[in-house]
């Protein structure tokens, strides 16, 4: 099983940009599609990104898409998560997890291994 741990969460402004990266135990990173989720406070976990095991193939929640960018380095073993133009709404806790491989939605059921989460704060 692969261990997840998030980093680069923190406290800016509208407008300003984080990344955040998702470092990843094991030799199996590249065998999984992995994804970004978030949660704010009182709400549901929802689906933010999800990357490709190769990396060639992305897809986005339309709440960040053009802002966000979802990225991975299997050599490394790290998951990226570029945010720019970070709005309000955009402050949650944010989690990067493994896609189980006979799976292919972006549900949350569909994903396996869970880091603990960065906390991403915007203000206004």
């Known amino acids: 099983q692969v261990q997840l741990v998030e980093s680069g969460g923190g406290l800016v402004q509208a407008g300003d940009s984080l990344r955040l990266s998702c470092a990843a135990s094991g030799r199996t990173f590249s065998s999984y599609a992995m994804g970004w989720f978030r949660q704010a406070p009182g709400k549901e976990r929802e689906f933010v990104a999800v990357?490709?095991?190769?990396?060639?193939?992305?897809a986005y929640a339309d709440s960040v898409k053009g802002r966000f960018t979802i990225s991975r380095d299997n050599a490394k073993n790290t998951l990226y998560l570029q945010m720019n133009s970070l709005k309000p709404e955009d402050t949650a806790v944010y989690y990067c997890?493994?896609?189980?491989?006979?799976?292919?939605?972006?549900?949350?059921?569909?994903?396996?291994?869970w880091g603990q989460g960065t906390q991403v704060t915007v203000s206004s």
């Open positions: 990357i490709s095991r190769s990396g060639g193939g992305t």
């Open positions: 997890a493994t896609r189980t491989p006979d799976r292919s939605t972006t549900r949350l059921a569909d994903f396996g291994s």
